[in-house]
């Protein structure tokens, strides 16, 4: 019993790290991560120092001078120069980037990014991912229900097969929603919006969580699979085992009555010479009756 315990909660255990993962990378933003070519921002001078070059110049008109005046920024950069690489993430929900004229970051809808006949793909990709991590839930559910609750029988053999077939599930689902996300990226990156294409990009620990996600439901079905088919033929053996010995009780009598056999079958037989001895001893019959025997 304790064997079977613990071997249950070592299939739990992946279970609920799987279902973990699935979350954590559904809610992120980390799925890509790169690069992107961006201007640099006009120069702008902070209090009490200055760090861009103005030129003041005025505009006359009949001999008069004009009092307006404008500042003009000459800018020195040429080529690659001018612009910066700036750091972005994009998850399934938002896609954020550093914000050049503040510390934080701006995001944005990465639907509204994607191309519009590409927009139907990534929504069967966000239902893959939730009918995972539904499926990896009920899992847990009924691996919780099998730890807590000790018993055997057909019942807890049922529990163990349905949980294989929903890992398995639970693995095709993600890995089918792990591709057509990659594939929608793509192409986004070729057909996406001028102000967004990026000039590096790599897959980011979101997306590595996810497709531990997968492989620990690969594992857990496999796991899942084996004690079922071992605890179905100790069970079948088991049940041949009480067969053959009821048989056997059937077809052998009991000590007790064996013995009762063998006392009837050794009680002596008569003895001939004391019958004789015994009619001796009887009195003679009638003449006539023994005439008439």
């Known amino acids: 019993m304790d064997r079977a315990r613990r071997q249950q909660v070592l299939t739990l255990l992946p279970v609920c790290l799987a279902l973990a993962f699935s979350l954590a990378a559904m809610g992120s933003t980390h799925?890509?991560?790169?690069?992107?070519?961006?201007?640099k921002?006009?120069?702008?001078?902070?209090?009490?120092?200055?760090?861009?070059?103005?030129?003041i110049g005025g505009h006359s008109s009949g001999g008069r001078r004009d009092n307006r005046s404008q500042a003009v920024q000459y800018i020195w950069e040429t080529g690659d120069d001018k612009f910066i690489q700036c750091r972005f993430h994009v998850g399934l929900w938002q896609s954020c980037e550093e914000s050049l004229g503040s510390t934080g970051e701006k995001c944005r809808s990465f639907q509204s990014i994607i191309p519009a006949e590409e927009q139907g793909v990534l929504w069967?990709?966000?239902?893959?991912?939730?009918?995972?991590?539904l499926l990896l839930l009920t899992s847990a559910i009924l691996l919780g229900s099998r730890v807590s609750y000790h018993g055997s029988g057909l019942h807890w053999l049922r529990v163990d097969a349905s949980v294989a077939i929903l890992m398995v599930l639970a693995g095709l689902l993600s890995m089918v929603a792990h591709m057509m996300y990659t594939t929608i990226f793509q192409i986004t990156v070729?057909?996406?919006?001028?102000?967004?294409?990026?000039q590096t990009w790599d897959y980011g620990w979101s997306y590595c969580l996810a497709w531990v996600s997968f492989a620990l439901?690969?594992?857990v079905s496999v796991m899942a699979m084996n004690r079922y088919t071992a605890t179905r033929l100790e069970f079948i053996e088991?049940?041949?085992?009480?067969?053959?010995?009821?048989?056997?009780?059937q077809n052998f009598p009991e000590p007790k009555a064996l013995e009762s056999v063998w006392e009837t079958k050794a009680a002596p037989s008569p003895d001939r010479h004391a019958l004789v001895s015994v009619s001796e001893h009887l009195p003679p019959n009638d003449p006539g009756k023994v005439s008439m025997c």
């Open 124 to 133: 069967l990709s966000i239902g893959a991912e939730i009918l995972n991590i």
């Open 31 to 39: 799925w890509c991560e790169g690069t992107r070519r961006v201007a």
């Open 190 to 198: 070729n057909l996406g919006p001028e102000d967004w294409k990026p």
């Open 41 to 55: 921002p006009l120069c702008r001078d902070q209090l009490g120092r200055m760090h861009c070059i103005h030129f």
């Open 217 to 219: 439901c690969m594992a």
């Open 238 to 249: 088991k049940q041949r085992i009480q067969k053959g010995s009821r048989h056997s009780q």
